[in-house]
């Protein structure tokens, strides 16, 4: 059974730092692409990162480049989100998600699984 599950959400202070983990089993997350969503409150879930599965290219948001960091050990089976200087308008619930492909893609459609997403607030 495919499951991904996120932690490390939290509450934190702008100009502050999480890193978030997505955990993967039932399946070798290194031959799949895995994403980094986020969605607040009355808006659009939306691409925050991704890490292609061939070449480990990572892509970013424009709102979260030079911010975020996202990586993968295959040997645990997880990626990880690093994100630093966070901003109140990073608060939001963040979700992992996979295809079984080994390019990234935009559309949250285009993934397979997903996790059930770790809260993060931004905040003083």
């Known amino acids: 059974q495919v499951q991904l599950v996120e932690s490390g959400g939290g509450l934190v202070q702008p100009g502050g730092s999480l890193r978030l983990s997505c955990a993967a089993s039932?399946?070798?997350?290194?031959?799949?692409?895995i994403g980094w969503f986020r969605q607040a409150p009355g808006k659009e879930r939306e691409g925050v990162s991704c890490?292609?599965?061939?070449?480990?290219?990572?892509y970013y948001a424009d709102s979260v480049k030079g911010r975020f960091t996202i990586s993968r050990d295959n040997a645990k089976n997880t990626v990880y989100l690093q994100m630093n200087s966070l901003k109140p308008e990073d608060t939001a619930t963040y979700y992992c998600?996979?295809?079984?492909?080994?390019?990234?893609?935009?559309?949250?459609?285009?993934?397979?699984?997903w996790g059930q997403g770790t809260q993060v607030t931004v905040s003083s």
């Open positions: 890490i292609s599965s061939s070449d480990g290219r990572t």
């Open positions: 039932g399946f070798t997350s290194d031959y799949y692409a």
């Open positions: 998600a996979a295809r079984p492909y080994t390019t990234c893609v935009r559309p949250p459609p285009l993934y397979d699984y």
